[in-house]
């Protein structure tokens, strides 16, 4: 992978949705602001009535920092008198507020209970609750589009890697598994090509969320990257025919767990030999050297080596100068990290 362009919040950010949340957040904020203007004229846009107090007067650009980045709001201006929002007077919460709205959104639909929150937060108390409502049904035609849009290119390189979130569901809390696909295509961009949620990891629900996939478009898949759930490697063959790469980070810690702690730096040793071979075929004789090497001790080590050999080196069958990214799920975990990491700042969705 080259480009570095990848989101959910910091992370999406930098998969190649960035643009997107933050015309998302811009949205959002611009659209409280005209309501909150309303109120304060006493009519809406082109509206005529006795207590209309005054007029709009067009935009002022001004920058707001966030963890999405900085946001250009158009704060509107008034012939007479003066607009000022007051989530931008410093202490405000309000961020904190944009960004439950945001996530809520990507994961199960906007909640009418999140964008109160929000309004509360900005100091905001002239909206309506038909004008939340709209601005929810907004948001999430917009989100949807994004998450529907078609997939166009060829796409060599798939990650694909599962986080756990709790969400309300017809009043109770459960936990459901947020899928993510990320892919880089042959111009070398990075994005975020799919957001599934399922109740688990369960072979079904990936041969449904790849077809998805496929259903938009995606082609020309040369690698897929993920851990070893066994549903998604069916998943995989049955509907891209690509190699299928082992998480190598993730086989490590499963082959540790066959040793003592004593042995751990030994063993993790000898197998990281394999990957500093130049090239896919000496990388397979070593393998086989250092599973033979442990098998007098660790049968069941080597065991598990004989098994995933194919899986954990296939990376080195593909370009050299790609084998730093393409061994791991590490660059969709730590999105997956930062999922997590803001779902538990925001709370229960």
């Known amino acids: 992978m080259t480009d570095d362009t990848m989101p959910l919040l910091d992370a999406l950010l930098k998969r190649g949705g960035g643009d997107f949340m933050k015309e998302l957040a811009e949205e959002v904020l611009g659209r409280l602001m005209a309501y909150d203007v309303e109120g304060q004229i006493g009519a809406g846009r082109y509206e005529r009535n006795e207590e209309r107090t005054t007029q709009r007067n067009g935009y002022r650009h001004r920058a707001f920092d966030t963890r999405l980045g900085t946001l250009d709001l158009k704060i509107p201006k008034l012939r007479k008198g003066s607009y000022f929002p007051g989530f931008l007077e410093p202490r405000r919460t309000t961020e904190q507020a944009l960004v439950a709205v945001i ?77 993510i696909a990320t892919g880089v295509n042959t111009d070398g961009r990075r994005e975020i090509l799919g957001l599934g949620l399922g109740p688990s990891e369960a072979a079904v629900f990936w041969l449904g969320f790849l077809r998805g996939l496929e259903k938009r478009g995606l082609k020309g898949v040369k690698l897929v990257i993920s851990d070893a759930h066994e549903g998604l490697k069916a998943a995989i063959s049955q509907i891209f025919k690509a190699t299928w790469q082992r998480c190598r980070v993730h086989f490590m810690r499963n082959a540790l767990a066959y040793v003592s702690k004593s042995e751990h730096q030994m063993v993790a040793a000898a197998i990281r030999t394999v990957f500093l071979q130049a090239d896919h075929a000496a990388a397979s004789q070593t393998w086989r050297k250092v599973a033979d090497q442990l098998r007098p001790r660790i049968r069941k080590l080597a065991e598990l080596m004989d098994e995933a050999e194919a899986d954990v080196i296939a990376f080195m069958a593909f370009p050299k100068s790609h084998w730093a990214k393409l061994h791991s799920t590490n660059p969709i975990e730590r999105l997956n990290k930062e999922v997590k990491r803001r779902a538990d700042v925001v709370g229960i969705f």
Request: charged share 25%; proline share 1%.
């Open 103 to 179: 996530q809520e959104a990507w994961i199960q639909g906007v909640s009418t209970r999140k964008v109160d929150d929000l309004v509360q937060a900005m100091g905001m108390s002239g909206i309506s609750k038909s004008q939340v409502s709209e601005l929810c049904k907004g948001i999430d035609v917009r989100v949807n589009s994004f998450l529907d849009r078609p997939i166009e290119g060829e796409w060599s390189y798939l990650w694909l890697d599962a986080t756990y979130l709790k969400v309300r569901e017809n009043g109770r809390i459960v936990s459901v598994a947020a899928i």
